[in-house]
Nanobody, 117 residues
Framework: QVQLVESGGGLVQTGGSLRLSCAAS????????MGWYRQAPGNQRELVAR???????NYADFVKGRSTISRDNAKNTVSLQMNSLKPEDTAMYYC???????????WGQGTQVTVSS
């Protein structure tokens, strides 16, 4: 199976930065799409950023210009650099990968990001 482990979350002040990392293990291919999603209490899970085949990227409007997603294919790692954080960014952030081998989505346990005013 595919396993994802997130890290890098924490407590920061408004305007601060965090770098979230996700380490994947199992049958992962460089062409498998990977991404970051977030979910705050009372809200549905939403896409933050995604990196797909050919390293094409897609960002939610609320993070465009202040976040960067990247991946290291050799290490099967995907990272999300988040700058200029706002209180509304407070949420549990989840790593996701769509496996072309298993034809299924896999999720990590999440890492908490809390931004104080």
């Amino acid at each position: 199976q595919v396993q994802l482990v997130e890290s890098g979350g924490g407590l920061v002040q408004t305007g601060g930065s965090l770098r979230l990392s996700c380490a994947a293990s199992g049958r992962i291919f460089s062409r498998d799409a990977m991404g970051w999603y977030r979910q705050a209490p009372g809200n549905q899970r939403e896409l933050v950023a995604r990196i797909t085949t050919g390293d094409s990227t897609n960002y939610a409007d609320f993070v465009k210009g202040r976040s960067t997603i990247s991946r290291d294919n050799a290490k099967n790692t995907v990272s999300l650099q988040m700058n200029s954080l706002k209180p509304e960014d407070t949420a549990m952030y989840y790593c996701n990968v769509y496996s072309r081998y298993y034809w299924n989505d896999f999720w990590g346990q999440g890492t908490q990001v809390t931004v104080s005013s």
